[in-house]
């Protein structure tokens, strides 16, 4: 069901609740108190009956229909309307899903709109329920403590994303050929996450600055700070892990290319390895032509070859084969073919 939860409160205290939204409306009129509407993922015709009730602005009703909004704050009238980009860790995937949730703030209402999961504004709700001199101050209390709620679940994910971190720089001395797309990954989630949560400064100081306009009680201003030192504290471990993420990926490319290199080395060496074969076998492949070319000559038996008669013609052939075969070894070596 899109409409979660759904009560009035007067006094602090929860005094009606209704699965409907006319009776919400009905009773929030004879009660005279605040109303506290809870959807998730509501139809367009429910968000329309909401804004039409509560007299919501067009242009904050259309951003909450079409979803996909960054973090931010604004004042129409007499109504606050907030965005907030909330973020889950999941162990499983070790991946971080990103949620989105508009707040409507007037002065007797707030609707929270959630399309995604989290946060869990059940545990919101229980815990302002408890508390109903916090409760008892408005709106605003409770825009407050969706706000800590926001914040504090963004502590297991920056966990999760320094445990990712610590993995990749294990893979990265470890040769893991696939921590590349890791990193590329990894970062494509940081960066999300400092689009959810740098606008989110914005959206606190905003409020800060009304503080004295509007008469916010001192304890939902200390609660604020609080919030928003905590919000300071996120964002700057989500810088730190961009540009640990960065250097990781210089590292990467560093080591990649140093194996290239050692490769193109390897390759080298063996190329050079290679010529150095292959001029040895040259050289002695010629010394061995020398006295193979003499003796095919004289093997020819034509008629007309008086070194055949002669008496000193076969050991002048053997010392011709002889010291050709050596001039051309003394010739290799010294060109240190050999």
């Not at 050692?262 to 040895?280: F, I």
Request: glycine share 6%; proline share 4%.
């Amino acid at each position: 069901m899109s409409l979660v939860d759904s009560a009035i409160y007067v006094g602090g205290e929860r005094t009606d609740t209704s699965d409907n939204l006319e009776d919400i409306y009905a009773r929030l009129r004879e009660r005279n108190g605040m109303a506290w509407i809870g959807l998730y993922r509501p139809h367009v015709d429910e968000i329309r009956s909401v804004a039409q009730e509560f007299d919501l602005h067009e242009l904050a009703v259309e951003d909450a229909i079409s979803a996909h909004q960054r973090p931010k704050l604004e004042r129409y009238g007499g109504t606050l309307f907030a965005v907030l980009r909330p973020a889950q860790y999941v162990d499983e995937t070790e991946k971080v899903v990103f949620g989105e949730l508009h707040v409507f703030v007037g002065a007797d209402f707030i609707v929270t709109v959630r399309h995604a999961e989290s946060p869990d504004l059940g545990r919101v709700r229980r815990r302002l329920e408890q508390t109903p001199a916090l409760l008892s101050v408005g709106p605003e209390a409770i825009l407050y403590a969706i706000l800590d709620q926001v914040v504090d679940e963004y502590a297991p994910v920056v966990a999760g994303l320094e445990n990712d971190i610590d993995e990749i720089e294990d893979q990265l001395f470890d040769g893991d050929p696939a921590v590349s797309r890791r990193i590329y990954e990894l970062s494509r989630e940081v960066i999300e996450f400092q689009r959810a949560t740098h606008p989110l400064l914005d959206v606190l100081t905003g409020l800060e600055r009304g503080f004295d306009k509007y008469g916010v009680d001192v304890e939902l201003q200390r609660s604020l700070r609080d919030v928003h030192d905590h919000t300071l504290r996120v964002v700057e471990r989500v810088d730190s892990f961009r540009a640990l993420l960065q250097n990781a990926l210089t590292v990467h490319a560093t080591l990649v290319g140093q194996q290239q290199n050692d490769e193109m080395r390897r390759l080298t060496e063996a190329s050079l390895s290679q010529n150095e074969e292959v001029k040895k076998i040259s050289a002695w492949a010629a010394i061995l032509f020398a006295p193979t070319l003499v003796g095919t000559i004289y093997g020819m038996n034509f008629d007309h070859m008086p070194e055949l008669g002669w008496t000193v013609g076969y050991p002048l052939a053997l010392l011709a084969m002889l010291m050709t075969g050596v001039i051309l070894y003394l010739v290799f070596k010294r060109r240190r073919w050999l």
